[in-house]
């Protein structure tokens, strides 16, 4: 039996540059679409629950608890996409279906027995683990409602891990469509169980609707999936198959990462516990702002950019895999270099127009505000190192991200212990996006060593005039904010909303002008589409 190609070879032929680059922003809009759909039930879904619960105790408790789950799952769906995807899309590309879904449906059947004993294990132990979790509280009550919160949440471990593996399969089929659309699910019956309830939702309540949620985005990728593998079955236990062992060589190398990573955010969490009460929920607050870019951007442009890059592997096409890298390194730039200056210039009015209400007070947007400006940085070098890191991913190499991934995680954790001290929950914050700027350093040149130069002249004059772009994007809402019509600041309600809103579609508007502008390539590219269009 045929093993997988595990490096790529040089090969002249490929597909036209700007093919490729419209295929993938076109897949990448799919994507995008639902997870942007997604991400702003999941901004709704904070929004009643800051009303609610505000950054009290009680709101720490259940981000404390919730991240077991959610963190191990995170884990498992990227242990999946940078070990299985890479191996599934070579089989399907030669035409080899049958092997393909044999370790598609071994993989399935290990993962359920796994993580069910995991879910089983975890809760006869969480009297142990509460504890572990919150070494700040003091409270016996803290203690006993983060153990129930997390008995509540544990099943979401099983559940969602498993539709993992099915959005992994859509991945590798490229089906972007059921795969955008499960991505939204969760959120549609999180918001349906917080405004079921109304005013009398309590906080058993939002446990329940995340793991309702987690059957939700299962359940909503099965028919995609039961289309796609036709009268094969998903239960299969062939651990001797070629395509399992090369999934298992794959993932050992992930393993250490991937259990780390949930570690790490369990100490971030312990260490803010340790301060003062609701800096936990603030600091998540934050770090929701931050994904709503990077969850929709970056998220659906490596998603996309992965089956893309392992076709071209399979294919022995190192030229058009380049290719792609630097498309997707420079869409990745393109779109989150603004989205910073957005999330930076405008934080005091994007944290009051989306959370100040209810138990969320006006000193509580301050501070959300304050950790927000340290932790802006993180949306350019997290869409960077995620583009690297699917890349290796797709040469089947998930040893050297591994291994970076490992040594950023104890960068980080050393980070976070030397800035708490003087810079609080600030300090928290700051440390991630520095470690993810080491790391993807230190990844481009790695990449580089491995496949050869990376277009990088073309890429740096894109950063440049991304860069430059962004900076005059950023002057521009300094003005409008602070000279032009300073007397809007701080004005609660539709108004400051309105507001909010003319200043981001200003700051794009100019940010794209200039960006068409300062790169001669874009413009004719845009001009040329316009001009079809016309003809048309």
Not at 39 to 47: A, I, N, P, S
Not at 270 to 282: D, F, Y
Not at 392 to 412: N, R, W
Request: glycine fraction near 10%; include cysteine.
């Amino acid at each position: 039996m045929q093993q997988p190609s595990t490096a790529p070879h040089r090969n002249t032929e490929g597909p036209e540059t700007p093919r490729t680059a419209r295929a993938a922003l076109g897949a990448t809009a799919v994507l995008a679409g639902g997870i942007f759909a997604s991400r702003m039930l999941g901004l709704l879904r904070e929004v009643l629950a800051a009303r609610q619960f505000g950054t009290t105790r009680v709101r720490d408790c259940f981000n404390l608890a919730s991240q077991v789950p959610f963190g191990i799952v995170t884990a498992v769906g990227m242990l999946l996409t940078g070990a299985m995807v890479p191996v599934f899309t070579s089989y399907v590309s030669r035409g080899e279906e049958d092997e393909g879904w044999r370790v598609v449906g071994t993989i399935w059947t290990v993962a359920a027995i796994v993580l069910t004993g995991a879910w089983l294990l975890a809760t006869a132990s969480v009297g142990r683990l509460a504890p572990l979790l919150a070494p700040g509280f003091e409270a016996s009550w803290e203690e006993a409602l983060t153990a129930r919160l997390l008995r509540i949440t544990l099943p979401y471990l099983v559940i969602a891990s498993l539709g993992s593996v099915f959005f992994c399969i859509l991945l590798s089929y490229q089906r972007f469509l059921p795969a955008a659309v499960a991505h939204a699910v969760p959120n549609v019956l999180i918001v349906a169980v917080l405004l079921g309830f109304g005013s009398s939702v309590r906080i058993d309540a939002l446990a329940i609707g995340w793991v309702l949620g987690g059957v939700g985005y299962a359940v909503a990728q099965l028919p995609a999936v039961w289309r796609l593998k036709g009268g094969r079955s998903l239960l299969a236990l062939d651990l001797q198959h070629e395509g399992v062992k090369q999934v298992a060589r794959l993932s050992l190398p992930l393993v250490v990462p991937t259990a780390l990573a949930p570690v790490v955010g369990m100490a971030k969490r312990a260490l803010a516990s340790k301060l003062q009460v609701g800096s936990i929920a603030e600091l998540d607050y934050a770090e929701d702002i931050v994904l709503i870019p990077v969850g929709i951007l970056v998220a659906a442009t490596s998603m996309v950019v992965l089956p893309k890059l392992a076709q071209r592997v399979a294919r022995d096409d190192l030229e058009g895999m380049k290719r792609l890298v630097s498309i997707g390194l420079r869409l990745v730039v393109a779109l989150m270099l603004p989205a910073m200056v957005l999330a930076i210039m405008l934080r005091h009015s994007i944290v009051r127009v989306l959370f100040q209400r209810g138990q969320f007070t006006p000193q509580t947007t301050g501070r959300v505000a304050d950790i927000l400006l340290w932790s802006g940085g993180m949306l350019v070098t997290s869409g960077l190192v995620e583009v690297l890191t699917r890349s290796f991913h797709a040469c089947q190499d998930t040893l050297t991200p591994s291994a970076l991934s490992v040594g950023g995680s104890l960068m980080k954790l050393l980070l976070m212990l030397a800035l708490v001290g003087p810079f609080g929950v600030r300090g928290l914050a700051a440390a991630s996006w520095l470690t993810q700027g080491l790391i993807g350093t230190v990844m481009a040149a790695a990449l580089r060593r491995r496949v050869g130069a990376l277009r990088g002249g073309e890429i740096g004059r894109c950063f440049v005039g991304l860069a430059a772009a962004s900076a005059a994007m950023a002057l521009l809402l300094w003005l409008t904010t602070s000279q032009v019509l300073p007397g809007w600041r701080g004005v609660a309600g539709a108004h400051e909303a309105l507001w909010l809103g003319i200043q981001c579609a200003l700051g794009v508007a100019a940010y794209v002008l200039l960006v068409l502008l300062i790169n001669p390539a874009e413009r004719r590219a845009v001009l040329s589409r316009v001009a079809a269009a016309r003809g048309q």
